[in-house]
Every structure is written in structure tokens, then in C-alpha cells.
């Protein structure tokens, strides 16, 4: 089984609301990343949770804030976003960070929408 | 540094066509390389990875991509093209370092004509 499950599906907000976005994977992996994407562009990756331990940030603003309260589950907080933020969020998550442990699983995406 | 280019950003076949979408990496070390299916409002699915084993690659839906490292090309093909290949492709390199990132190229969008 390699499947990645994110939810909600899509999400309405408002520039002053705050709102979660959840990825949960069972397949022991231990490594959970998420990733923006505009239309008709590829990923760009923003965390990467290794161990339950941030360990890479792209320099992303602070409107974003990633939690990993276990090693199945990876939150993103969102909080006073923009408009150009509106874009679909995608989670994924590989068994480790190197060699083919990177072999990374994606779910379904969150359509997120800054009004 | 590592980078990905995918050449056409735009194919078309016909149905029952071969499907050839092109992918050159630079590496300065031993590369691992991966072919992703996007469907519309989807998420990504991993069609097939090279990991330094076997250089033809074998993956879902009858696509396959050799790894050719006098070319540096990870070519993605399928035999006969179905409507339902319709989608958007891409093709990623894994970044040394053991950091778990991910470099993709821009992608191409796969049209299959009736």
C-alpha cells in the first residue's frame, strides 16, 4: 500500500483566517515533505520532516508552519496568507532521505483558495 | 548541481502511437531518476524510478524508460498510447546529499488525439 491521504480536499479562506491542512501516511515512512504547486508548473518543495525532525525549510514564509506530531501524521498551518498563495498543496512521504529510501509517495493534494 | 531538463513542454500523439517524452539530467554522482503522472486536480504518481539497478525500467501502465548514461537521457516510452495517458509527466532527479529533495523538470503535457 503507498498511500498518502490529505484532507480537506479543497479549502476556501480568507486572509485573516487560519486553517490546517493534514497528510497521513501508514506505510512506516520516515520522511513527510509538502510541496506548493501553481498550474502547469512542478512541485516546489517547502519542509522536509525527517524523524519528526524539520530538516529542511525553503525559506518559507512564516504564514506557513509545519507540525509533525508523530511519524504517520504532518500538519500546515496556515495563518493571514495572500492571495498568491492559492495553489495546490501536496504532501508526500518516502521511507528515509537517502539512496532509494527517497523513493517519494505523493496523496491527492489539497486545492487551497486565498479569497 | 543537479538539474533536469524535459524537452517539449507539449506532446501529441495519436491513439495507438508510440509515446516518447524526453528527459536529460546532469549529475555529478550517480543518479536516482523518476517518472511522475499527473492527472488533472490529481496528485502525483510514481510510474517508475531508476535506483542504479537494471538500466531498462519497467513501470505501471506499459511505460518504461532506459537509463543511458553516455547520453545522460532517462527517456520515458509506451508502445501504443492510450486516451486515458492524457496527462501531465515529470521527470525528477534525487539531490546528493542525502537530503530527500527532489529536482523536477518542468514537465510535458501529453495529449493523445483519437
Known amino acids: 500500500d503507498t498511500e498518502v491521504t490529505q484532507t480537506p480536499k479543497h479549502l476556501v479562506m480568507g486572509m485573516t483566517n487560519k486553517k490546517s491542512l493534514k497528510c497521513e501516511q501508514h506505510?512506516?515512512?520516515?520522511?513527510m515533505y509538502w510541496y506548493k504547486q501553481k498550474a502547469k508548473k512542478p512541485p516546489e518543495l517547502m519542509f522536509v520532516y525527517s524523524y519528526e525532525k524539520l530538516s529542511i525549510n525553503e525559506s518559507v514564509p512564516s504564514r506557513f508552519s509545519p507540525e509533525c506530531p508523530n511519524s504517520s501524521l504532518l500538519n500546515l498551518h496556515l495563518h493571514a496568507l495572500q492571495p498568491e498563495d492559492s495553489a495546490l498543496y501536496l504532501c508526500?512521504?518516502?521511507?528515509?532521505?537517502?539512496?532509494?529510501?527517497?523513493?517519494?509517495?505523493f496523496g491527492p493534494g489539497t486545492r487551497l483558495l486565498v479569497l | 548541481a543537479q538539474s533536469v531538463t524535459q524537452l517539449g513542454s507539449h506532446v501529441s500523439v495519436s491513439e495507438g502511437a508510440l509515446v516518447l517524452l524526453r528527459c536529460n539530467y546532469s549529475s555529478s554522482v550517480p543518479p536516482y531518476l523518476f517518472w511522475y503522472v499527473q492527472y488533472p486536480n490529481q496528485g502525483l504518481q510514481l510510474l517508475l524510478k531508476?535506483?542504479?539497478?537494471?538500466?531498462l525500467v519497467k513501470g505501471i501502465n506499459g511505460f518504461e524508460a532506459e537509463f543511458k548514461k553516455s547520453e545522460t537521457s532517462f527517456h520515458l516510452t509506451k508502445p501504443s498510447a492510450h486516451m486515458s495517458d492524457a496527462a501531465e509527466y515529470f521527470c525528477?532527479?534525487?539531490?546528493?546529499?542525502?537530503?530527500?529533495?527532489?529536482?523536477f523538470g518542468q514537465g510535458t503535457t501529453l495529449q493523445v488525439k483519437p
Open positions: 506505510m512506516g515512512h520516515r520522511a
Open positions: 531508476y535506483t542504479s539497478a537494471a538500466t
Open positions: 525528477a532527479v534525487s539531490r546528493s546529499g542525502n537530503t530527500g529533495k527532489l529536482i
Open positions: 508526500a512521504s518516502s521511507q528515509g532521505t537517502s539512496g532509494a529510501e527517497e523513493t517519494q509517495y
